[in-house]
């Protein structure tokens, strides 16, 4: 017996060692983590003054900053999500927004800004730059746009609506903690009590992915809370005093049938008597030019010109350009100054001669001129809209190099924009083509639609052909009028045939060494083109230029301007 006694022990104490330990297993695989998740390494923050955001019911990966008190959104960060119509100069220290009647500037680093002329103090800077960001208090922001935000700290981060949409609530019945991903060994987040209310972001068959009303996203446990129902928004965001500033537009009776009128010098005002005009109700003569790098222009208006065209029904919208060599975009464009002195001009011009509008056709523009070029189409705005001026913008088809001329937001300053529906392979093409093509001008309709409202755009054909010849592998081209493209197939016996997929008539012959292509411009590709203008609703038609055309081509314009467009 004396022997059996150890025994019975030591089995005793392995079964309560084995029931601890296996107790112990139990407990931690079916006990509730209490390890909270580093909440600076959750929101992703890596400075004191960094602010996670969280946009509706989802966290993006830009912060905010917060430095004196005060909450700021980089510009990047304006741009994409709040409101994209700042303008930014660099060398004058400034930025700008400009209203339909007036312009709001701040320099950068002061606590004002002025709105036409008039100062408003602030208690914050509303801009700031620093290693070479520019920062945009949100306030400031707020002024131009429509969101709602609280902020919060212990981390840092602000939750922000743009818009109350339809969303399922769920109630917390009892409670609990929000975890980093679904599963009771999962970080704690956050602790969430009893008749709190979440968004219900995803249901599973355990736990749900919430959005906390001080913006944690993470999981709880369907035990702990309610079944979902939709909230339906019982308020709109707060609208900025800025927000609904209404850009009105100037918009042109009926469909536009708009003629470009090259005039080279005063003396070639009076060749508008060899134009066929019956055609057209709006004419462009090439009237402005720049000169000097300060916003100066040479003019070449006349009364009587413009007093002709009234009297036959036809409105002038001026056209100015770029097109002198001796001329730096980027220093007229990026000058307030050079802006405002161009500005003044050209409306001085117009309001003399009673013209009807301007049409604006800078070209080649680069890349770093882009904004600047984009702030006098916005500054120039003002004025048309104050005197009654209907403001055009040139634009070449979207592609490549020319994105940066901002279509969306001449469509909200401007009254029109225009596709210049040409030169597809234009004169120092390496490669013979046509001029302007179905798809290639359906594609210039179709994506700049994308920006601009339909009633807003006006697509541009040509009246020229190019006549391409090839010999001993070099390509050269010369531009001609519809009855000289007509007059060279005749003198060289080339017959044109319908081609399909450019939907114009093509003609080609070899002579020798030389091959001659042409695409012609004719009643039947122009009629194509029409209709695809018909199809997307736009403004009107513009043809360059005006006396390049056949007589015939009137017709088919006219049955275009007339007709009505159903959907």
Not at 457 to 465: C, V
Request: hydrophobic share 40%; charged share 20%.
């Amino acid at each position: 017996m004396k022997k059996v006694i150890p025994v019975l022990i030591a089995l005793i104490l392995i079964g309560i060692i084995g029931g601890l330990t296996v107790g112990k297993e139990l407990m931690e695989k079916y006990s509730y983590s209490t390890e909270r998740r580093d909440l600076n390494q959750y929101f992703d923050l890596e400075g004191e003054d960094e602010v996670a955001l969280i946009l509706q019911d989802h966290r993006i990966t830009e912060k905010a900053k917060l430095t004196g008190g005060i909450y700021y959104f980089d510009l990047d960060t304006v741009n994409a999500y709040f409101c994209d119509h700042f303008y930014v100069n660099e060398n004058e220290n400034t930025l700008r927004y400009v209203l339909p009647d007036r312009i709001l500037e701040t320099v950068i680093g002061e606590n004002s800004y002025t709105a036409g002329g008039e100062t408003v103090a602030c208690d914050y800077a509303p801009v700031l730059k620093e290693n070479g960001i520019y920062y945009l208090a949100v306030e400031f922001v707020h002024l131009f746009s429509a969101f709602d935000y609280e902020t919060y700290t212990e981390p840092n981060r602000m939750v922000l609506h743009t818009a109350y949409e339809q969303q399922n609530i769920v109630t917390v019945e009892k409670d609990t903690q929000v975890r980093y991903q679904g599963g009771i060994k999962s970080d704690i987040l956050t602790d969430v009590a009893k008749d709190d209310q979440l968004v219900l972001l995803e249901a599973m068959d355990e736990w749900s992915k919430v959005l906390t009303y001080d913006g944690f996203i993470g999981y709880v446990e369907n035990k702990r809370i309610s079944s979902a129902s939709q909230s339906t928004p019982g308020r709109e965001v707060t609208r900025g005093t800025y927000a609904d500033a209404e850009f009105t537009s100037i918009s042109h009776e009926g469909k536009i049938s708009l003629g470009w009128h090259q005039v080279a010098a005063a003396a070639g005002n009076d060749t508008y008597s060899d134009l066929n005009l019956n055609g057209i109700n709006v004419i462009s003569p090439t009237w402005f030019h720049l000169t000097g790098n300060n916003g100066d222009i040479v003019s070449y208006a006349s009364q009587s010109y413009v007093d002709a065209m009234h009297d036959k029904g036809i409105q002038v919208w001026a056209l100015v350009d770029n097109f002198s060599e001796e001329v730096d975009d980027m220093a007229i464009f990026s000058s307030s100054a050079a802006r405002a002195n161009l500005i003044s001009q050209l409306i001085a011009q117009v309001t003399e001669y009673g013209m009807d509008g301007i049409n604006v056709d800078f070209e080649q523009i680069q890349e770093s001129e882009g904004p600047h070029f984009v702030e006098f189409i916005r500054e120039l705005s003002i004025d048309c809209r104050a005197n009654g001026i209907i403001l055009s913008v040139d634009n070449y088809v979207p592609q490549g190099g020319s994105f940066f001329y901002n279509r969306a937001e001449q469509g909200r300053y401007a009254d029109y924009v225009v596709i210049m529906g040409y030169d597809e392979y234009w004169g120092g093409s390496p490669v013979a083509g046509s001029v302007a093509s179905i798809d290639f001008v359906e594609n210039g309709i179709r994506l700049t639609a994308q920006e601009v409202p339909a009633e807003k755009i006006i697509n541009g054909i040509p009246f020229y052909t190019r006549i391409w010849k090839t010999e001993d592998g070099t390509v050269t081209s010369e531009a001609v009028s519809m009855p000289v493209a007509e007059q060279f197939l005749k003198n060289h016996d080339m017959e044109a045939a319908w081609d399909d997929i450019t939907c114009q008539n093509y003609a080609e012959k070899t002579e020798g060494t030389v091959t001659y292509q042409v695409w012609m411009e004719d009643e039947d590709s122009i009629q194509v083109k029409l209709n695809i203008m018909s199809k997307y609703h736009v403004a009107g038609v513009a043809a360059w230029k005006l006396g390049l055309e056949k007589s015939s081509i009137w017709g088919c314009i006219s049955s275009y301007v007339n007709a009505v467009d159903t959907e």
